[in-house]
């Protein structure tokens, strides 16, 4: 396998390492109390957005199960930093990996995370030879359930108040895709081809 060459591009999209500057593009949506579900830890207040933008901008490749790459999501032109996508390696045996993302919502619904996602599991398939790449969403996400269907997620599961979160219970769908169910001819990418591994 080559190495990995950073930053990606998409149709709108550049998806690169953070840098130290994003903390406070992070902020806008990482310290909103329905994305503290979504993060590792939480990011309610400025210095823990710093210490979660550290830590990303140290998610750079995947060498060893547990690795995670995380990316900024930023429109071309302008430069704004919309979101964040990231690939974990979750298990080596068995080829397993779980693609996560985070919008910015003033930037939801504009096709941002259908080009990021699908990178990020072009990348798992292509590059890192993940066999299998699941995905969570809440299950009251009817936006991300149909962005799951779109991709060509198939439902593997749904847990059904599973978690007590700010004082409700949390319903948790689990999507998933084998690499011989992606479509690697998809429009929705502008890879160049130096980041596409045969």
Same mark, same amino acid.
């Given at each position: ?85 990231? /690939?974990?390696? @979750? ?7 779980? %693609? =996560? ?5 003033? !930037? +939801? ?13 072009? /990348?798992?398939? @292509? ?7 699941? %995905? =969570? ?5 009817? !936006? +991300? ?54």
């Amino acid at each position: 396998m080559s190495s990995l060459r950073l930053p990606i591009e998409t149709s709108h999209l550049v998806l690169r390492p953070f840098e130290r500057a994003d903390c406070d593009a992070v902020a806008r949506y990482h310290t909103l109390p329905s994305a503290q579900r979504y993060v590792d830890r939480p990011t309610r207040y400025p210095e823990e957005v710093s210490a979660a933008v550290a830590i990303m901008r140290k998610q750079v490749e995947l060498h060893r199960p547990g690795d995670i790459l995380s990316l900024a999501m930023v429109r071309k032109g302008d430069h704004a930093l919309v979101g964040q996508v990231s /690939l974990k390696w @979750s298990d080596a045996t068995s080829g397993q990996g779980e %693609v =996560r993302f985070l919008i910015d919502p003033a !930037h +939801s619904g504009r096709g941002y995370l259908t080009e990021a996602i699908s990178a990020m599991l072009d /990348l798992a398939f @292509s590059h890192f030879r993940v066999h299998r790449v699941m %995905v =969570r969403c809440d299950g009251r996400s009817h !936006h +991300s359930i149909k962005l799951m269907q779109k991709l060509g997620m198939r439902l593997e599961a749904h847990y059904r108040e599973h978690a007590l979160f700010q004082g409700e219970w949390d319903e948790e769908l689990h999507f998933a895709m084998l690499d011989r169910e992606w479509k690697r001819d998809s429009k929705v990418l502008d890879l160049p081809l130096r980041d596409r591994v045969a």
